[in-house]
């Protein structure tokens, strides 16, 4: 059975710092293209990052180019998400996702989902 579980959100004053992490089972996880989203009440998920399995290439959302990064330890079966220079804005719920294939579209590409993990960005 596959799972993911994330952790590390929390609350953080605005330009502050926080890692995410999301550990994988029950499946071999360097096969996988992971994805973080973020999900804010009455919305969609929006797409953050991901880091493709075949090639490591990373991609990120506009909104967090120079501020996200995405890494993951294959050994360890567990991504990251590394956040810097938080914002309000950047308050939501985020939640991993994995998908098989390389160089996802959007997140209908993404099958397996974690449970979330709350941000909140505020002084």
């Known amino acids: 059975q596959v799972q993911l579980v994330e952790s590390g959100g929390g609350l953080v004053q605005p330009g502050g710092s926080l890692r995410l992490s999301c550990a994988a089972s029950?499946?071999?996880?360097?096969?996988?293209?992971v994805g973080w989203f973020r999900q804010v009440p009455g919305k969609g998920s929006d797409f953050v990052a991901s880091?493709?399995?075949?090639?490591?290439?990373?991609k990120y959302a506009d909104s967090v180019t120079g501020r996200f990064t995405i890494s993951r330890d294959n050994d360890k079966n567990t991504a990251y998400l590394e956040m810097n220079n938080l914002k309000p804005e950047d308050t939501a719920v985020y939640y991993c996702a994995i998908s098989g294939r390389s160089r996802p579209s959007d997140s209908s590409d993404y099958p397996y989902w974690g449970q979330g993990t709350q941000v909140t960005v505020s002084s």
């Open positions: 029950g499946l071999r996880f360097r096969l996988y293209t």
């Open positions: 880091k493709d399995y075949r090639d490591g290439r990373t």
